[in-house]
């Protein structure tokens, strides 16, 4: 799948970052707005993180159907995860809260396909993080090239008959909400290693922009939503210790977030590598309606289900933020 540019063919990624059921709703409305202009379907390549990832393996596994749009609102409007998976890990001594949030993806979105059974669309990644390696550590699938997970340090393996149900868990396994997601070597074979312990790609990269950059998938244009937590600044940090080491991870995640954009920002001003454009879920630059980027950006960024009202602000406010990006830097795409 390509697009064309004033004769040319080229080819346009997409990232999705992380930040539960609003990310999830965010990038809704980034996808409403793709398949308003035409370019949805022509994706080449979807990097995903955490709550990115629940709407974009829900994309490709329901490729070229537009009706996949309306049931994947219709699940954030409907259904909660976070907490009928903790009740379900604590009560369940033989289960955790990440084998109940698997389950739950199971039955209400992917069903029992495997990696390698994707249809045919874009190539897909879902990111999450290696906690051995420190790296990110991907599946990857569709696109018409092989099924693998892996990351650079200990390589990739073949991953067809690995669920995409549990690729997604392990991409939206948040810490300490839920624990890692725990690859056994049967299924991650690779040399001098006995099983690897995943956790939320967000940990190490929440824009999940990584895969859009390496020269071996040849993007000439992408596009990065971010739908995740702004910081907010606190006059009267807490001192409790359960809260401390949360408010920790959140400054972590917005350090790793300002140098992804420096990182972006940097590849647009060398002009190496795909054209750029991205946007933030608390940019009021762009919004349609004033306090849009107040209002989404307030949402709660837990696995529940969102009212009518905020599926309807993160929708807008995505396509606002998305069609003022692209007229302002990259209008040739409006006529691709």
Not at 247 to 273: C, H, N, P, T, Y
Request: proline share 5%; glycine share 12%.
């Amino acid at each position: 799948m390509t697009i064309t540019v004033n004769g040319q063919e080229k080819r346009l990624g997409l990232a999705l970052s992380g930040g539960g059921f609003r990310a999830a709703a965010f990038h809704l409305g980034v996808f409403r707005k793709l398949q308003e202009m035409g370019l949805l379907w022509k994706l080449d390549l979807i990097s995903c993180v955490s709550g990115g990832s629940i709407a974009g393996a829900f994309l490709a596994l329901n490729w070229g159907d537009d009706s996949a749009l309306e049931e994947l609102e219709n699940y954030l409007r409907t259904r909660s995860v976070a907490v009928s998976s903790a009740i379900g890990g604590i009560l369940d001594p033989f289960s955790t809260r990440l084998d109940k949030l698997r389950g739950t993806y199971e039955r209400d979105l992917y069903g029992k396909i495997t990696l390698g059974e994707l249809p045919p669309g874009p190539r897909l990644y879902l990111n999450a993080t290696n906690m051995a390696t420190g790296n990110m550590f991907f599946f990857v699938c569709g696109g018409g090239g092989p099924a693998e997970m892996g990351d650079w340090e200990l390589g990739p393996a073949a991953a067809a008959n690995f669920h995409l149900s549990k690729a997604v868990a392990a991409s939206s396994a948040f810490p300490p909400v839920f624990p890692p997601l725990v690859v056994e070597h049967d299924d991650y074979p690779v040399s001098g290693v006995d099983y690897v312990s995943l956790s939320d790609g967000g940990v190490y990269d929440n824009l999940g922009v990584n895969p859009l950059m390496r020269k071996r998938n040849a993007l000439d244009y992408v596009i990065v939503s971010d739908a995740g937590k702004p910081f907010a600044i606190d006059e009267r940090p807490t001192r409790s210790g359960e809260v401390v080491l949360v408010g920790a991870i959140d400054i972590l995640m917005e350090q790793v977030r300002g140098l992804q954009f420096k990182r972006l920002e940097l590849s647009l001003q060398a002009e190496v590598g795909p054209r750029p454009v991205w946007f933030s879920i608390d940019s009021e630059d762009g919004q349609v309606q004033e306090g849009d980027a107040v209002f989404a950006s307030s949402i709660s960024t837990h696995l529940k289900k969102l009212d009518k009202a905020e599926v309807a602000v993160l929708r807008r406010h995505a396509g606002a933020l998305l069609s003022h990006r692209l007229q302002t830097y990259m209008p040739e795409l409006l006529g691709a």
